[in-house]
């Protein structure tokens, strides 16, 4: 990244701060994956319980590894022996004092959208955790929602379907087909465009590119 688009993106986060606070909503500014790693720890007390749903974003600052080796209660999905104890798991997180995840698009003005597959990670910053926290990576930025859109089922949705090796059309072409195979992973759509809860959702905005 040259300076003048770590400067181009420095600025255009303070606008997305701004919009997000006016859908009550807080905002955060981490120039480097390092700070945005601190301000995520430093918004969590120790004690605290923390579930979280797939994010390649929290993982690339260092999240994961931070919250294992520190002093947390952490509801980790994937350390399950069986598919009933995942569900287990996934049903708790909804009970936890935080939760972790990233937004597949964040629009100028600060509405963010989310495509799932097994929904966990939409109805959690929806509704069930005390605080969200959500990491996001300045590429993720976008002026519309029609734009977010486009980027979820376009850009995100094929990505992680060739991640997880899903039997979709996105995965052999890498193009959305508004699909309904079995395996699709565009089957909830969130649109967060405000919270009820007065900064119940912290978005920390990283000038780095972060997950897909």
């Keep these: 990244m040259t300076k003048f688009e770590f400067k181009r993106n420095e600025l255009l986060a303070q606008k997305v701060i701004k919009g997000l606070e006016s859908r009550n909503m807080?905002?955060?500014?981490?120039?480097?994956?390092e700070a945005a790693l601190a301000k995520m720890l430093e918004l969590i007390p120790e004690g605290s319980s923390i579930g979280f749903g797939g994010t390649k974003s929290v993982?690339?600052?260092?999240?994961?590894?931070?919250?294992?080796?520190?002093?947390?209660?952490?509801?980790d999905r994937n350390r399950a022996a069986s598919v009933e104890e995942k569900g287990i798991i996934e049903r708790q997180i909804f009970s936890a004092d935080y939760f972790l995840t990233s937004a597949?698009?964040?629009?100028?003005?600060?509405?963010?959208?989310?495509?799932?597959g097994n929904?966990?990670?939409?109805s959690?910053?929806?509704?069930?955790?005390q605080h969200v926290i959500v990491i996001v990576g300045m590429n993720k930025v976008v002026k519309s929602v029609e734009d977010a859109m486009s980027r979820a089922k376009n850009i995100a949705a094929p990505i992680n379907a060739q991640r997880f090796n899903l039997d979709t059309p996105c995965c052999k072409t890498g193009a959305c087909f508004d699909c309904k195979s079995p395996d699709t992973i565009c089957c909830q759509t969130l649109i967060t465009r405000f919270s009820r809860h007065n900064?119940?959702?912290?978005?920390?905005?990283?000038?780095e590119s972060l997950g897909f």
């Design 26 to 33: 807080e905002g955060f500014y981490a120039p480097d994956k």
């Design 59 to 75: 993982e690339q600052i260092g999240g994961f590894a931070a919250i294992s080796n520190g002093k947390y209660t952490v509801l």
């Design 104 to 116: 597949n698009a964040i629009t100028e003005d600060g509405v963010m959208v989310n495509i799932d």
């Design 119 to 122: 929904s966990n990670r939409v």
């Design 124 to 129: 959690a910053i929806a509704y069930g955790p």
């Design 199 to 207: 900064g119940r959702i912290k978005v920390i905005l990283v000038n």
